[in-house]
């Protein structure tokens, strides 16, 4: 389809008539995008790697709704693109990038030059193949595997919504905004999309839209081969408004009256379901799968640019394209400014809410707030270090005013319910305690939104630490987009006992150690337990996972804050001049049996070290003289004693010493009779080291 | 509420009018052993141990439900499990699986006599925790993590379907079995569910039919906290017929009608929501959290039983339910000659269907299937694995019956079409090609109950390697109940390009060599790829991952099926005696790299050997000569190289030897520019062997 020729026009009106500025742009600013990079692969580089680096369509079919959100609805400042007011955009579907980069760079960013337009998807360019909020400023999520994006709007949504409850003054509501997301058909087939939309649903997240681009066409081809469900009916039985626009690809005003509609609905999310074309403005290849993941070809572009009537070289954006979107700068600017203002009064008036807000916005953690953490001493009586958890939760949650999180329905069995407060319901969205049904995905999901809403928020959420397999997809986007939730995951070996295989996590330890950028700490009792929640709070942006037990655990000797903060150290040792006869090192519920092994062993005048190694990665993160003072060289008797897959433990055992550990899966019984018959036992202990 | 009590009588009427014979008993049955368990643990146990081991609410208000299906509905051969006609029951809340134990017990089942019911949760016992395929006959699947078993359920009717549009003549149905199913409100947040729940409504999987047990009460407390959608909508939206059972506490009329309907919608699962009180017959604790993952205690049972009018000692099932319960050992012996004549038939008429009908009954593997494999010289073209593992998929398709699978909408990026089928759909249920959408951990947990319904059923499943992410808790359920499900996962390092970090693996393969029983492949090269599905097909109770490149690898020289068989081999040395210079260790793309290093040093007059380590559990599997004749302990400088986590590798490469790999994330770019960046290349292996 032809759009009429645009003649110069500024107005809004403009870009009403002829499909927008934005619209157009976006579309052929990704198409001239894949000239460049295809022009450059048959240049110089290698054409099979070229070939598939884009994906077109999304940005050609969504243009429209990109443009009105960016050009006339969104309110947003260029410049500071982490100002706290902001409204959010999400692109669930993360592949379409080059629409959100393409907005960016209209609408003024300093983080999409042209330059980082044409070095799309290349090394070391802000402008990677999915959106990466840590690459570039004005991204909000790291998106791209699907369904995840809508998920974190949600979380975005609900930190709007609970900030504004818990700050708002009837004279002065100083928070405000929006989340938009664009969803796709992929996003829709996600699990994860439904556990969040039905919470959103839920809580009723009145301000958060989603716009879902109906284009049926997915990589396998038209959705109809395996999608067919209602999707509109799903979500208002979901508890959400819904609007149905029918022709997304030029239907600017009715994109326009559904988000007026949309807003009017204040007590429901919106889903906007806007049939598409994918490809829109490709006269061959539109509406195909082609058109989803590869890159259009040079002919094919060039039909395209004539069937959209546009004839500007490659990257260039005319003049009254320039023009019309220049506003947004000094308008940007306006609307921080005004919101500075608003927020001064607020400051002024009410005093203590400003403080604490100001954390919240900022990060700045309150001064001292590490002395809120329980102490314990050996004398403390013997808890599990899932009840140790939840002191320190409520602890923390009494001096970090960003602290809020839950459970996916276990809040009684991980311990995580913070007395203090209510729950985080749709009436009573100032509480603290969320409540995530069984809904572990979803739940990392939204957490991760709320981590990066706002510096000075902490979520925190809860599980069995086996079903982390459930909503691993979300932890590893915690750790890629520098998300600081902090996973509380009780129930962390084959110590819950009787509820069988399926719940004893065995490779999961070693399975988040292998994880880049996020820590895998697995306390031994009161004291270890706060020492992780210290490096869980001071570490923003890292995630952490605390490993919990279900059982009684007693207070050692030995262990410290300072200890878990360097990730292994010693608890305690009977050699002098960092010579032991034997190293035992363990982790977590295991510590007492070596512990007591390394009694047992210097009662016949052995000379034995004991490290807790609560922490692989903070340890790696030492000098080599702490290292080699902790584990030196020399010794090479050495047994380590852990309640999980020995994969990874020659690293610091080696090739003489010995791992104990549990390479098959558990078993349903008593947990004494499992870690018995799993030779987990002071006496094997014993006997490996005698056998070393 | 009291139920009348019960005067002898042994007809179905009997266990309508009072609840049922299996109804009372399954609920007395569950609340006895808490008695049981209780006695004993105050006798000689550890009474915390035992104070939160059983599950008994669902058991006590789904009892009916349970009654009405394995009393009067289905049909199966209580003295042979493995019937391969029989019905399939799937308890998708496996944490009530006293239920399903009870009613096997009762149906005489041999696998849980009273002697297993006495050691539910026992060391060693067939009653677990959770209900384990593995350890019990007549349990099909394995659940407990929640949402997985009705997963599987979508799986078993669906193999049903494929095998019945195959098979299946007009004179002669010789396939044509129900499966049921009962999942909680749990089941029903978790998105896998939604996942498997739309693709068997889009299939139009009309003999699968679901109760859901809407008894309104999850682990922290009543639904309306987290859970407040209108399930029966979203499911009409998901394309399912849905029923309501009012009274599923004591409606055994509305429960027998409910599934009459469900049975004449032939073209759509059923979700029958029946709802119910949890824990029913409890005076105190019924319609309460509590009464889910806690035993009722003593002082409850007993006012249960007085409630319920059961005054039977614990354990006892009274002669007349016995008597009335008898029946099925008889009724399902004829069932089951009937249906052997019937096959007869059918094998007298239809003798090539019947063969192969046979042989995925059976599970036996047609005589030398594996020639079928393609075969590759180091002159064959360089090709991506992916590729090369379509030539597999394709060739194992012709000679294997029950071969069947597909990707989640990657079909054309992990290469995994048949091409000599067509698309398993509503109305062409006879093909092989599944087209899961984008939903791997449904396809997971679908792929599961395919490998369960039938041993010869081989389903293979594919997706980007990151989106095991995805899928992990489908794949441990593979693994734990000896699934042997093939993985097939394309785009498996940071080859992939320019899609970045979040599509990029890079602590997967250690993550799945960490997980007990299931085998973690990544072949080189065409020859490899063949060994490593000739590995997986073999393994028909431990799944496979296959590791597949996006980018063309060269046939190597040395490359073998018996060395993949091996799991560890050597590809090319030029030293004698055991005693190389050097070893040089890795898989899949970068054996390429470490092939051409040895080239280089090998010039320069070192002796040089090349290992491929394409699966570590293989190799682990070896006698100590062969791995000491492959991995001498006297040679100590070792390197090894893949393009992922170096975690584990010091196992190998030992603390003299380098692990070259990647511990970041990776990087949006063309692969070559990566693999450049993070040291990936010829100069630095040979740099890092000369340094050693």
């Known amino acids: 389809m032809k759009l009429p020729e645009e003649e110069g026009s500024q107005s809004p009106a403009w870009a009403s008539r002829c499909g927008g500025g934005g619209a157009v742009s976006a579309a052929h600013v990704e198409a001239v995008i894949e000239v460049r990079q295809r022009a450059s692969g048959s240049l110089g580089g290698d054409a099979v790697e070229k070939a598939n680096s884009g994906h077109p369509g999304l940005p050609m079919g969504c ?43 209209l609408a003024g960013y300093d983080s999409v030059k042209e330059e980082d337009l044409k070095a799309f998807r290349q090394w070391g360019s802000r402008t990677p193949g999915h959106p990466e909020n840590f690459e570039t400023p004005g991204i909000e999520v790291t ?12 979380g975005l949504a609900l930190a709007e919504k609970h900030l504004a ?57 038209d959705t109809e081969i395996a999608f067919t469900e209602d999707v509109t009916a799903r979500f208002e039985a979901l508890g959400w408004h819904t609007i149905w626009v029918k022709n997304g690809n030029t239907g600017y005003d009715e994109i326009r009256a559904a ?31 082609s058109v989803h993941g590869s890159a259009l070809g040079a002919k094919e572009v060039d039909a395209t640019r004539l069937n959209l009537g546009w004839d500007h070289e490659a990257f260039h954006v005319p003049e009254e394209v320039k023009r019309h979107w220049s ?25 203590e809410e400003a403080a604490e807000l100001k954390k919240i916005i900022t990060g700045e953690l309150p001064a001292g707030w590490e002395k809120a953490l329980p102490t314990y001493t050996p004398e403390s009586p013997a808890d599990a270090t899932r009840n140790l958890s939840q002191q320190c939760l409520n602890a923390l949650a009494t001096v970090l005013p960003g602290f809020i999180g839950g459970s996916a329905d276990l809040a009684s069995s991980n311990m995580t319910l913070l007395k203090m407060f209510g729950n985080f319901q749709k009436e009573t969205p100032e509480e603290r305690n969320l409540r995530f049904g069984v809904r572990e995905h979803g739940m990392g999901a939204i957490c991760n939104g709320i981590a990066l809403h706002s510096p000075g928020l902490i979520p925190y959420c809860a599980t069995f630490f086996v079903f982390t397999d459930y909503m691993r997809a979300a932890m590893r986007i915690s750790a890629l987009s520098e998300a600081g939730v902090i996973y509380v995951m009780t129930h ?37 337990t706060a020492g992780a929640y210290k490096v869980a709070v001071l570490n923003r ?16 000797p030995g262990t410290s804050i300072e200890g878990v903060e360097k990730g292994g150290y010693i608890i305690s040792d009977n050699s002098s001049g960092n010579k032991p006869d034997l190293i035992l090192m363990s982790t977590g519920s295991e510590l007492e049996i070596a512990a007591k092994a390394a009694d047992e062993l210097r009662k016949e005048g052995k000379e034995v070290r004991v490290i807790s190694f609560v922490s692989w990665e903070l340890f790696e993160e030492q000098s080599e003289e702490y290292k080699e003072s902790v584990l030196p060289s020399g010794v090479e008797a050495r047994v380590s004693i852990e309640a999980g897959s020995t994969l990874g433990w020659e690293k610091y055992v080696g090739k003489k010493g010995k791992a104990i550990g549990i390479d098959r899966f558990g078993s349903s019984a008593p947990a004494g009779k499992i870690y018995k018959e799993f030779g987990l036992t002071v006496e094997n202990v014993v006997a490996s080291a005698k056998a070393l």
Chains 1, 2 share one sequence.
């Open 63 to 105: 243009a429209p709704i990109g443009h009105v959100l960016f050009d006339e609805i969104m309110r947003y400042n260029p410049k500071n693109p982490y100002w706290f007011n902001r409204d959010r955009f999400v692109l669930s579907a993360g592949h379409g990038c080059m629409l959100h980069y393409a907005l960016l760079h």
């Open 143 to 154: 998106t791209g595997p699907l369904g995840q994006g809508v998920a974190n709007a949600v």
């Open 165 to 221: 409850a818990r700050f708002n003054k009837p004279d002065n509501e100083v928070i405000d905004h929006y989340t938009y997301c664009i969803l796709g058909d992929g996003c829709q087939m996600e699990g994860v999309s439904n556990e969040a939309c039905s919470l959103a649903g839920h809580w009723g997240l009145g301000k958060l839209i989603a716009f879902y681009d109906d284009n049926h066409i997915s990589i396998d081809g």
């Open 259 to 289: 988000i007026k509609e949309a807003k009017a609905v204040t007590d429901k999310p919106t889903l906007i379901k806007v049939t598409t074309t994918i490809g829109y403005g490709s006269p061959n290849k539109a509406n195909s799968y």
């Open 327 to 351: 506003r947004h700068v000094p308008e940007g600017a306006d609307v921080e400014t005004e919101w500075n203002a608003k927020f001064a009064e607020y400051e002024k008036k009410y005093k």
């Open 492 to 528: 962390d070996s084959i110590g819950l006992g009787e509820d069988g295989p399926t719940h004893q996590p065995i490779e999961h330890l070693v399975s988040f150690r292998a994880m880049p950028n996020i820590l895998m700490l697995r306390p031994a009792d009161g004291t270890e």
């Open 541 to 556: 942006k890292r995630p952490s996972v605390l490993a919990l037990s279900r059982q009684k655990l007693p207070q050692l």
